[in-house]
């Protein structure tokens, strides 16, 4: 993405929404025929308003339009309100925006914004993106169509309040980007699983990527439709899994501490029951191989590519760089606390989170570079505020100014680089549970500490004569 002046419009912007149109085709957004000439709220400016709803944690309707009349009005396409500056801070025109917005076209949005950021990475190994899957959940607002949608957990007590929506993600291990994740119902007759939903995210991914991922998805059916589209794979494999495949396997090398074996993998009679796709000679090559840890226990792993099982082990702690990168969307960005309350806003405004962490993360990045770091290193929380006061909250201005001003704020950025931590702590990692702020709670407390004291009287009591 070219950040000099020659690459920008001559007139004023926003600094992170040039950031966001810059990675968008301008032709990629077309308005519906019946659209009105003097439409304010374009699909493109609206996908931006909705984008920096994320990028502020989500924020409200009214602080997005109020940050709009402020600081954004040179986004929006010339119309008379805007160029008289009567355009109202009202947030019923944006929010009857964001619902006429498709989802599709949300989607073919955040898919553009996330394939080109990929591109500016350079491959991991062999020519190859690594990409690192994994699952994780998310509950939503406790209505009618999301209750449909996406059904609550039941448990022994009948069904629980919010309903729960099961995600996929994809992040691209040298960037740390992320792909639109594949989502669906948890629990109820129309729930999926992690398996079947690694099974589409293989096609959307580039070419011939190399996937890592735990023991969830180190099962046959993941693992054939990741190699089917020619993806390489590095999964790990639970015990039992990986005891019931070397008994059929080759041994190819072994040493005190590792081992390598060759193995044709094919689907087990269960695989085949839960997968009837599946061809009559659907089978895998692969290699299974088991590491000593510092720790004493074996790492398990399955993979295609063709290296020692040092270099596995090597490359699979990598596949512990999304834990973090799940957390950065989740809590920092807030994802987990969208209270859309129907199924289509619910789906926008997660792609919407997808291009502003990847917009966060792609500002990580190049501060990166030049604090001379891995983008992981630097902290996505820190780098996230750095953004919004200096990028998000400030005024609109020149090419020349917007240059400087994200130039200062990379400087900033590079500043934020986490701390290195000693290898033993100081103290014990203890969870202390704070005093709870219920009254019911305490007053119940107090009657129990009476009760207990009372019960201890009466048995200190010496017995009636």
Not at 172 to 177: I, P, V
Not at 420 to 446: G, H, I, N
Request: hydrophobic share 40%.
């Amino acid at each position: 993405m070219a950040t000099g002046t020659e690459a920008l419009s001559e007139q004023d912007f926003n600094c992170v929404a040039k950031l966001f149109t810059e990675l968008v085709p301008k032709d990629s957004v077309c308005e519906p025929e019946n659209a009105s000439p003097a439409i304010v709220y374009t699909r493109l400016v609206t996908f931006w308003l909705c984008t920096l709803q994320r990028l502020k944690g989500g924020a409200s309707l009214a602080f997005v339009m109020t940050h709009l009349v402020v600081h954004g009005l040179s986004l929006l396409p010339n119309n008379k309100r805007v160029r008289e500056g009567t355009l109202s801070s009202n947030s019923g025109g944006f929010s009857k925006a964001r619902s006429r917005l498709p989802v599709a076209v949300v989607r073919t949005l955040a898919d553009q914004v996330s394939t080109s950021l990929f591109e500016q990475s350079a491959p991991w190994f062999d020519g190859r993106r690594a990409f690192i899957i994994d699952g994780t959940t998310i509950t939503l607002a406790p209505t009618s169509p999301l209750r449909e949608a996406y059904p609550p957990a039941v448990n022994q007590l009948g069904e629980t309040v919010w309903p729960v929506m099961m995600l996929t993600v994809a992040h691209e291990l040298q960037s740390g980007c992320c792909m639109v994740p594949e989502f669906g119902a948890m629990y109820g007759p129309n729930n999926t699983s992690e398996a079947k939903q690694a099974a589409k995210i293989a096609g959307r991914l580039p070419a011939e990527s190399l996937i890592l991922a735990d023991s969830g998805f180190g099962i046959f059916s993941v693992a054939h439709a990741m190699t089917h589209v020619g993806h390489k794979i590095l999964f790990r494999l639970t015990t039992s899994r990986f005891i019931s495949m070397v008994k059929k396997a080759e041994l190819v090398e072994e040493t005190r501490r590792s081992a390598c074996y060759k193995l044709t993998w094919t689907p087990s009679v269960k695989d085949r029951k839960t997968n009837p796709e599946l061809r009559a000679d659907a089978s895998v090559e692969v290699y299974l191989h088991k590491v000593k840890l510092e720790n004493g226990e074996w790492l398990y792993m399955v993979t295609t590519l063709e290296v020692t099982s040092q270099v596995a082990a090597k490359f699979y702690l990598r596949r512990y760089d999304v834990e973090h990168d799940i957390r950065d969307m989740k809590v920092t960005l807030g994802v987990e606390d969208i209270r859309a309350k129907s199924d289509a806003m619910v789906q926008k405004e997660l792609m919407c989170s997808v291009v502003a962490y990847n917009l966060v993360n792609h500002v990580r990045r190049q501060a990166a570079k030049i604090a001379k770091v891995r983008p992981r290193e630097m902290s996505f929380k820190g780098v996230w505020s750095v953004v919004r006061t200096h990028l998000i909250e400030q005024a609109t201005c020149s090419p020349k100014e917007w240059k400087a001003r994200y130039d200062r704020a990379l400087q900033e950025a590079a500043k934020q680089k986490l701390p290195k931590r000693k290898q033993k702590r100081d103290y014990p990692r203890k969870a202390l549970p704070r005093r709870p702020k219920s009254t019911k709670f305490m007053k119940e407390q107090v009657r129990a500490k009476a009760k207990t004291s009372k019960n201890a009287e009466e048995n200190a009591q010496p017995p009636a004569k």
